[in-house]
């Protein structure tokens, strides 16, 4: 089965400083990941994907860069803002059709100003 | 405005009690899905379908009962609950990732307490 996992649990960082977040995955089969971010009392909402056949992904100031190697991937935020601060989750998939993604448990990313 | 709908959003109950969770989405999604979040465990699938009467197990579906009759609607439900299935519960909708990005919409959450 696939395993998903965050390295760290909390991250803490000033405002306008740059964050990243890793994830690693267990199978080497997975070839779709998905970052998400909680906020408090929501349902997780979408921030960013990317497939296998690419290295990088970009929309504004959130990157997600994938390993294959190495088998993580990662969510960076340039210029973190307070209201980035929430509970990201990484997710993977080995199905084509990007169904039944495994979860890691989350990273609580606080941003203070 | 597209949206992810369940009720209730939170519930109190004792074991044994039959209850379902409704769930239904209006962007004509193909699939539906399933999660329970705990602390410390994360999001975890429990049942998930691709498409109308298509249905499937995800990690931890023990306990739980789904159908998917029509395209809008996936209700949860839980013939017998014990206190081992107080929890947050998600549901979630997509397109298949060959028909669009993968991406997939949550509802609020519905949070459930047996007693």
């Known amino acids: 089965g696939e395993n998903v996992g965050l390295h760290l649990p909390t991250l803490s960082v000033q405002e306008g400083d740059n964050s990243i977040i890793n994830c690693a995955y267990s199978?080497?089969?997975?070839?779709?990941f998905i970052w998400y971010k909680q906020e408090s009392g929501k349902g997780p909402q979408f921030i960013i994907d990317i497939r296998s056949n690419v290295g990088e992904k970009k929309d504004q100031r959130i990157a997600v860069t994938l390993n294959k190697t190495a088998k993580h991937f990662s969510l960076h935020i340039t210029e973190t803002q307070p209201e980035y601060s929430a509970v990201y989750f990484c997710a993977a998939s080995i199905d084509q059709a990007g169904t039944a993604l495994i979860f890691g448990k989350g990273t609580t990313l606080s941003v203070s100003s | 405005e597209a949206q992810v709908t369940q009720n209730p959003r939170y519930l109190i109950t004792v074991t044994g009690k039959k209850l379902t969770v409704t769930c239904s989405q209006n962007m004509n999604h193909e699939y539906m899905s399933w999660y329970r979040q705990d602390p410390g465990l994360g999001l975890r699938q429990i049942y998930y379908s691709m498409n109308v009467e298509v249905t499937d197990k995800g990690d931890v579906p023990e306990g739980y009962k789904v159908s998917r009759k029509e395209k809008r609607n996936f209700p949860l439900i839980l013939e017998s609950p014990s206190p081992n299935q107080t929890s947050l519960y998600f549901c979630?909708?997509?397109?298949?990732?060959?028909?669009?990005?993968?991406?997939?919409?949550f509802g609020e959450g519905s949070r459930l307490t047996v007693l």
């Open positions: 199978n080497s089969a997975s070839d779709y």
């Open positions: 979630a909708s997509s397109d298949l990732l060959w028909t669009g990005t993968g991406e997939l919409f």
